[in-house]
């Protein structure tokens, strides 16, 4: 990577020359990080750098898929890891990959891990169906979590745990008839906790009307107090 170049260039040149004589290579070119990339893709929706580490949020230069058999390694810019507390990567996100932009690693109630009820002055919680969601609703000053997807449920003693921890509890998913359905879904199981079904009157959901707005503090406003 053209980044990479130290003042011991001559002697890695050397090292790649070594390399060709010992096999034949399809292809050569650069790889790593796409900084600029990164950056433009997460200012859209109003977030920092500060917010991604908040909730573990890291750029990976690549990752590998494997069945134990056979693996693949993929690369190139976009590419997330989303980490534990405990450092334990739980999911990859490539925002630009279409229909598999998620690759789940392991099991983990997103946001969880940054959850402070004491310090919580609003006594409320939502649920929600992304972490892209709950980075943009934590910078409203509002604490959330999020399931692997919405389709699947929470685990009823996590429930009457944050019944406990708050008075006020709401279901954000998409504004679309999934979103929808999953909320209803989410609130009827959990009837017995006072979870209510909030949506976004504009938009689909909390972050397409952030980053449809030119102004962000505008829309985080408008967002807030919808």
Known sequence: HPCSIKKDFEKEKHLVEDWFNKREFAAVGEMGTDLYWDKTYWTQYGIGSKNLEKFNVYPLKEYKLSNGEKSMLITGSGIYGYFTSNGELYKVYQP??????????????????????????????????????????SIMGYESISPQSENVLLPTKLMESLSTQYGHKYVLFDNDPAGKRYGNILSKNYDNTNLFVVQIPEGQDIDDLIMKSENKSAAVKTAKYT
């Open 96 to 137: 630009m990959a279409g229909k598999r932009k998620h690759m789940n690693v392991k099991n983990h109630i997103q946001g969880l891990d940054q959850l402070n009820p004491m310090g919580n002055a609003l006594g409320m919680i939502i649920i929600t169906k992304s972490l892209k969601d709950i980075v943009c609703l």
